[in-house]
C-alpha cells in the first residue's frame, strides 16, 4: 500500500544533485527558517492537493527539514489519511508557507512521494526510520490511534494502544513524505515577488530559473 | 468578466438564512479569532483552488468578515490574479486557517463568488465599496499596480499611479469574493475533531450537521 511505482518515484537512479548554496531559494528559506525561529509554529505550513473528485483539500503539515542536501521539503503523516488517497491520484501539491514576523510567503509546488515501510529505496527507509526517532511522544502516538478524520472510535481503549519508543521500529502507519520541488514563489511584503522554476538536466540534476513578477 | 452566471450563484433568490447562533463552528471560529485577536495575522489563512491543468494552488488571503448574519466568509482579490480565473472552472475552494496560539485548524470548503463592480445583485456591490472602504491605503494602492504575478513591469511610474480614497468608487480591479461554506473540519489539537456538513432545505436554509472524529 505504501510504496509506489518505482517509475512514477522521481528519485529513482537519477536523483537530483543540486548544490545547496547554489539554489537562491532554497538559501532564502532557510533565512526565513532562522528568523522566524521563536515562533513555535514557524515550521507549520498549508499544504494543498486534489481529492478524487476534483476539489481542492487543505491542511496544515509540521517542516520536517530537507532531504539530505536536495531541495526536497519532507513533512510525515499517517498512511490511513485521505491526503494519501489523493496523492495517489494527483501527486503534484502546492505548500503555502507564511511567516508572520518577517512578511514572507513561499508557494512551493511539486510531486509528492510517501515513503512507507514497504517503499524499495532503502536510504528512504533509513530517512523514514530517522523522522520517527525524532518525534515526540505524543507525535508518535497518533500513529497508533484510530484512523483520523473516520467518526469517532468509542471505544477509549483504542486510544491508548502502546507506541514503540525512539529508535524502535516505526508503526507502519507511519510514511515520511516528500515533495520534489519544481516551482516556487515568493513574496517579500509589500513589493518583492520571485518566480522560480525547474528542468531536470540530461545529468538528472534540477536547474533552476529565477524571474522577476509583479507583487 | 467579474459577474457570474446567476444560475450558478448559490446567493441567488434564495439566500440561505441561518441564524448566528444555531451555527456552531461559527460560533467557535468566532471564539477562535477573539482568543487569537493580539496576533495581527490572526485573520490571514490559505486559500486553496485548483488550476485548469488540474493542479492545486494555495496562497494566503486575510479574512475580512463573514457576509452580513450568514455562515459566509470573505475576503478580497484582484480580479486579475490567477485564482479568479481558477474560480471561473472549479469555483469550489478549501480554506485552511490555523491559530497559532489555541492550537486550532478550520477548514471551510466551500463555492467561491467573486463580486466586482458589474455583479448584478446591488447589495452586494455595496457590501464590495464597503470592503473597499475598509482597506488600508497600503491595501489600496495594489489595485492601481499592474498585475500580480506576471513579469515585473520595469517603468517605475506604473507602480506610482493615483489611487482612489476610501469612499471614492474602488477601482475595477477589485473584487469582494465569499465562500459559500458548505463543510467544515475542526480540530482543536491534541485530540477533538469534529466534522460539518450541510443540506439546503427546501426553504433555501442551511441545516448544518456535525459529527465527532477521530482526531
Not at 127 to 147: C, E, H, I, K, Y
Not at 148 to 175: I, M, Q, T, W, Y
Request: with cysteine; glycine share 6%.
Amino acid at each position: 500500500m505504501l510504496s509506489r511505482d518505482p517509475e512514477l518515484d522521481p528519485l529513482g537512479e537519477q536523483q537530483p544533485t543540486e548544490g545547496i548554496m547554489s539554489v537562491a531559494w532554497k538559501s532564502t528559506l532557510n533565512k526565513a527558517l532562522d528568523a522566524n525561529k521563536h515562533l513555535k509554529y514557524s515550521t507549520f505550513f498549508q499544504l494543498a492537493t486534489v481529492r478524487p473528485d476534483g476539489k481542492p483539500s487543505n491542511r496544515t503539515v509540521v517542516f520536517r527539514g530537507f532531504l539530505d542536501d536536495s531541495t526536497k521539503i519532507t513533512f510525515t503523516t499517517d498512511t490511513r489519511t485521505f491526503k494519501v488517497e489523493h496523492v495517489k491520484k494527483m501527486p503534484w501539491a502546492e505548500a503555502c508557507w507564511y511567516f508572520s514576523d518577517s512578511r514572507e510567503q513561499f508557494r512551493l509546488g511539486g510531486d509528492l512521494v510517501i515513503v512507507g515501510p514497504d517503499h524499495p529505496d532503502a536510504h528512504l527507509r533509513e530517512a523514514r526510520q530517522d523522522a520517527w526517532n525524532n518525534m515526540s511522544t505524543g507525535g508518535r502516538s497518533w500513529f497508533a490511534w484510530p484512523a483520523s478524520g473516520r467518526p469517532r472510535e468509542p471505544n477509549k481503549e483504542e486510544f491508548e494502544k502502546p507506541v514503540p519508543d525512539k529508535g524502535e521500529e516505526a508503526l507502519p502507519s507511519f510514511a515520511l513524505v516528500y515533495m520534489d520541488v519544481d516551482t516556487v514563489d515568493y513574496v517579500l511584503l509589500p513589493d518583492v515577488r520571485l518566480g522560480y522554476d525547474s528542468t531536470v538536466t540530461s545529468e538528472g540534476s534540477r536547474e533552476w530559473h529565477q524571474q522577476e513578477l509583479n507583487p
